[in-house]
């Protein structure tokens, strides 16, 4: 499943910053702007994993995985 996301990004001074919007603490910052998209897309695909690892240990065993559409 191909997901998207939105990131919010603004130059700062020499700084690039950005933010996730759908994924609280999904942050970075960068010297340019496509090292900056490179590092919110990198640090989002570590974000998710951490989440999913963590939601499936929570569950113990015996749990069922659901695709949900919004």
Aim: hydrophobic share 40%; proline share 3%; glycine share 8%.
């Amino acid at each position: 499943m191909n997901q998207t996301y939105t990131a919010v990004v603004k130059q700062d001074g020499p700084w690039w910053i950005g933010w996730v919007e759908e994924v609280p603490g999904v942050n970075c910052q960068e010297r340019t702007r496509d090292e900056l998209v490179e590092s919110l897309r990198v640090t989002l695909v570590e974000a998710l994993e951490m989440n999913r690892d963590e939601a499936r240990h929570a569950a113990g065993g015996g749990y069922e995985e659901l695709n949900i559409a919004v």
